[in-house]
């Protein structure tokens, strides 16, 4: 079998796996039948390990990855103030409830992470399902398989085995720990690479990845590229709400391209798509509305809606908090090493650069991706001055997993980079 392209009875396991993770997330809202659940949960584990020792074998080191993350996940509970108090907490209500009253609960009333989508948590509650009760270790192995289909596909992409190391440690070094301690920020990063991509290939019309040398998975079968497409959409929106704000600055960058590119062709059918995946979320929107579940403004972003203009011209040219603010982002690990990263493969074609924007389907690449970057960080210089949350604290709190997805972005763009240079002569 080809070292890059799954075949289609790869691609069904794969989608499978998808599949079945949305319905457990669908399950808790129409009926949550425990013996159903309970099969789901089987079905799910069994769908992963299948996933892990029979698709695409070649692809041995992503397998081993995922083992030793699944290790890592069974070996100890997690200490870490979101995974426990937000996400597993959560699925742990729902474990014990068997449905979400508990978020009408009174000690729940008014906490911004109330109206919070439950994708993780009702995956880690089906999981636990499966022994019989609950603890701090084995639910939150949600991380690894929601992890695995969007990996997959970005592993996919890369041809070269030294490239493939380079993607495993690009994980390791990047992304660190967040896939194992049962937080979302670490999927909101490998979520957000794969929309990216998605988004490249399949609303702009173009031939960086030609057909011929094309090494995503799907690319033959039309409708199971779609498939994977509302699937990965859809599961981004239900990670975390910051989620939108990273969409939207996808949607916002193709826009600009279009405008500054006139003659670059977009597939409205995509787009199209694009807005139908965002129903199961406006769904969840109205369920917390028609159960009356209401959440206190969120802290971080509160201060936008007083309309208190002068507040906000005060905070946008606070240049001593925007030092603050961009001393964090910049010299933040993982985002440091994407950067030097990049540094190398961009000083490694810095002779031949002028001739490689000659080619309008690589000038669109370079174009889109350093629209991400800008607004990416125009965005979350914002919200850090807008913040209700004395700054200091904000910045120390969350300015690393903040940057999970640009920082992934970053080192996987360089990568690909490197893959495709080698193609255009």
């Known amino acids: 079998m080809n070292v890059n392209i799954l075949n289609f009875n790869d691609q069904k396991i794969t989608l499978s796996l998808y599949l079945l993770i949305f319905i457990n997330y669908l399950g808790i809202f129409f009926s949550y039948n425990e013996n159903f659940i309970i099969i789901l949960a089987y079905s799910i584990v069994l769908i992963f390990f299948i996933s892990i020792f029979l698709v695409n074998q070649n692809n041995y080191l992503l397998k081993c990855l995922m083992l030793v993350f699944l290790l ?141 040398e094309d090494k995503f998975i799907f690319s033959k079968n039309e409708k199971l590229n779609v498939f994977f497409f509302i699937l990965s959409l859809i599961t981004m929106t239900l990670l975390k709400k910051e989620s939108l704000l990273l969409i939207s600055i996808l949607v916002i960058s193709i826009i600009i391209c279009k405008f500054y590119l006139e003659k670059i062709k977009l597939s409205y059918k995509y787009l199209i798509i694009s807005s139908l995946c965002f129903l199961p979320l406006l769904s969840w929107e109205l369920y917390l509305i028609n159960q009356s579940i209401f959440s206190t403004e969120h802290p971080t972003i509160s201060n936008i809606f007083k309309g208190d203009l002068i507040f906000l011209f005060e905070r946008v040219t606070n240049f001593r908090d925007i030092l603050s603010i961009n001393s964090k982002i910049f010299l933040n690990k993982s985002f440091f090493i994407s950067l030097v990263f990049l540094g190398f493969v961009l000083g490694g074609i810095a002779l031949e650069i002028n001739n490689k924007l000659k080619n309008q389907d690589f000038k669109l690449f370079i174009l889109y991706f350093i629209l991400v970057f800008i607004l990416y960080i125009l965005a979350f210089n914002l919200i850090f001055l807008f913040t209700s949350y004395d700054l200091d604290f904000h910045l120390r709190t969350s300015a690393h997993r903040i940057m999970l997805p640009l920082s992934f972005l970053i080192s996987y763009i360089s990568l690909v980079l490197i893959e495709k240079l080698s193609l255009y002569k």
């Open 72 to 212: 890592f996940c069974l070996g100890s509970p997690t200490f870490h103030f979101d995974a426990r108090w937000i996400w597993l907490f959560k699925g742990k209500q729902i474990f014990i409830n068997n449905n979400l009253d508990f978020l009408r609960e009174d000690y729940f009333q008014g906490l911004a992470w109330q109206s919070y989508p439950l994708l993780g948590p009702s995956l880690s509650s089906s999981l636990a399902k499966i022994f019989g009760y609950w603890n701090e270790v084995f639910p939150k192995t949600f991380n690894v398989i929601l992890s695995l289909p969007p990996l997959i596909y970005l592993n996919s992409l890369i041809k070269k085995k030294i490239n493939k190391l380079i993607f495993i440690l690009i994980i390791l070094l990047v992304l660190e720990k967040s896939l194992i301690i049962g937080e979302m920020d670490g999927l909101v990063a490998i979520y957000f690479v794969t929309i990216f991509c998605i988004f490249f290939k399949k609303i702009f019309k173009n031939n960086f990845f030609s057909k011929k």
